[in-house]
């Protein structure tokens, strides 16, 4: 039997860079809360959020990725040649083939990239940052483009009063490579399969199919698959568990609130991030990532989203440790501690 080799390990592994693309379509609450008998005061304080972008016909999940990934990569200072895997992390893709990575790497000029899609809903991001980190460190790539990308508006209800004003667009960009130093610390992760009910699309697309044959020539047309949630639930869920993670990141990292920089959590709603900085003590200088305010939820491109908006606010800077978590549909979670790249 021949002896197998091992591909050559690197010890460490780091963010060299990150990028972000924003639709240029703003969405204020007041344009939405017609349909869901809202107010902009309610949507405000109950969640955070101002306004949101929703994307426009050209700003599909491949161009909105190319743009933030072009971004991240002049900000490594990596050629898009340099890249050995594109690990892309989105839930609203509409077609099930070809993957999105596998067309984005493409576009960005690569040539016979490893190339995959991750599902793991808004903890898309934390999951995909893990396993680029895993595959630098095994030698199996050394430069790895993680992307977090959603174009949730296609899934919208404009009546549904809990998911309407929440769901946003957008992508987010990073490059991950050897570093001297870790950058990348070991991803606190899990998932709860008996909580799908929480956040799903309420449709499959065979349902969907079957629905459009039978109403085919009686004027009536069935509802397309929409995403839904239990917000309650989830928001229970947020509040009461993550707090666990958040510590089991940290633990893995060895290290404490007090070392940390920044606190980059999912932009699911102000009022999670708030009782996680409360449940986690977190001290006043930690810089806290609020970019939900005028980007709503983007799902697995929001942490990458908002860690892009924190560096160039000037509220943390390259270098600085950061505390990332994702969470959602699943109901998944993954976080891990990180240092913070730079900008382009
Ligand atoms: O990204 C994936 C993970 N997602 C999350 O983490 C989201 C978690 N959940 C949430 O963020 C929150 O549950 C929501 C923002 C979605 C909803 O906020 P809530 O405080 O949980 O609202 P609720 O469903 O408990 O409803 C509270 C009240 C109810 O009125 P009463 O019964 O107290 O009179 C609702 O009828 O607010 C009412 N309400 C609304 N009012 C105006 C519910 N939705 C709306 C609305 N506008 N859109």
Request: net charge negative; glycine share 10%.
């Amino acid at each position: 039997m021949p002896a197998i080799a091992t591909a050559a390990t690197t010890s460490h592994a780091a963010i060299l860079g990150i990028g972000a693309y924003r639709p240029r379509r703003v969405v204020p609450n007041a344009e939405i809360v017609d349909l869901i008998d809202s107010s902009d005061e309610w949507i405000r304080t109950r969640s955070g959020i101002t306004s949101r972008r929703w994307a426009q016909d050209d700003e599909t999940i491949v161009s909105m990725s190319v743009a933030a990934a072009r971004d991240a990569l002049a900000a490594a200072g990596i050629d898009a040649e340099r890249i050995d895997a594109v690990v892309l992390a989105t839930s609203s893709q509409m077609v099930l083939g070809p993957s999105a990575g596998a067309v984005v790497a493409s576009e960005l000029g690569m040539h016979d990239t490893a190339a995959f899609d991750v599902s793991a809903g808004c903890a898309g991001f934390c999951y995909a940052l893990g396993n680029a980190a895993g595959l630098v460190r095994s030698g199996q790539a050394r430069h790895v483009l993680v992307i977090g990308v959603e174009r949730l508006s296609d899934l919208l209800d404009p009546t549904d009063r809990t998911c309407a004003f929440i769901f946003a667009d957008g992508a987010g960009a990073v490059v991950v490579g050897p570093s001297d130093t870790e950058g990348i610390g070991p991803v606190a992760w899990g998932s709860d399969g008996t909580q799908t009910a929480a956040i799903k699309q309420d449709k499959d697309f065979k349902t969907f199919f079957a629905e459009v044959a039978e109403a085919a020539g009686s004027g009536t047309a069935p509802e397309r698959p929409y995403i839904r949630m239990n917000g309650a639930a989830v928001f229970r869920w947020a509040v009461t568990f993550l707090e666990k993670a958040c510590r089991g990141a940290l633990d893995k990292a060895g290290v404490t609130v007090d070392d940390l920089d920044a606190f980059v959590p999912h932009q699911a709603n102000s009022r999670i991030t708030d009782a996680l900085v409360r449940a986690l003590s977190l001290p006043d200088s930690v810089a806290v990532a609020r970019d939900i305010a005028e980007t709503g939820n983007t799902s697995a491109a929001s942490i990458p989203m908002a860690m892009e908006q924190i560096l160039r606010s000037g509220a943390a800077k390259p270098g600085d440790t950061a505390l990332l978590v994702g969470f959602g549909a699943g109901l998944a979670y993954a976080g891990q501690v990180v240092t913070l790249p730079p900008l382009p």
